[in-house]
Nanobody
Framework: QVQLVESGGGLVQPGGSLRLSCAASGTIFSINAMAWHRQAPGKQRELVAHITHGGNTNYADSVKGRFTISRDNAKNKVYLEMNSLKLEDSAVYLC??????????????WGQGTQVTVSS
């Protein structure tokens, strides 16, 4: 069983920055892709950023140039650097990882989320 724990959320003014972290623990053989999603009240969950095991990244158009996803494979961690934050970035941010157990089977693991609120 794997647990994902996010941290780093909070209240920030428009134009400010935050850095989110997500750490995986438990029975892990390897982790393939990692991603950050977000969900605002009354809206569908959306993919914010994605990074492969090799470090290839892609981003939602709404965050390109402002957000940067990175990972530390040795520590089973993924990060999201968020700059130039806008009011519309307010949401619960959740990390997702493609975890491979010792059986060789891959499954998606999700964190419980961290709240990001952008407000003046």
């Amino acid at each position: 069983q794997v647990q994902l724990v996010e941290s780093g959320g909070g209240l920030v003014q428009p134009g400010g920055s935050l850095r989110l972290s997500c750490a995986a623990s438990g029975t892990i053989f390897s982790i393939n892709a990692m991603a950050w999603h977000r969900q605002a009240p009354g809206k569908q969950r959306e993919l914010v950023a994605h990074i492969t095991h090799g470090g290839n990244t892609n981003y939602a158009d709404s965050v390109k140039g402002r957000f940067t996803i990175s990972r530390d494979n040795a520590k089973n961690k993924v990060y999201l650097e968020m700059n130039s934050l806008k009011l519309e970035d307010s949401a619960v941010y959740l990390c997702k990882m493609g975890v491979v157990g010792f059986s060789g089977v891959e499954y998606d693991a999700w964190g419980q989320g961290t709240q990001v609120t952008v407000s003046s």
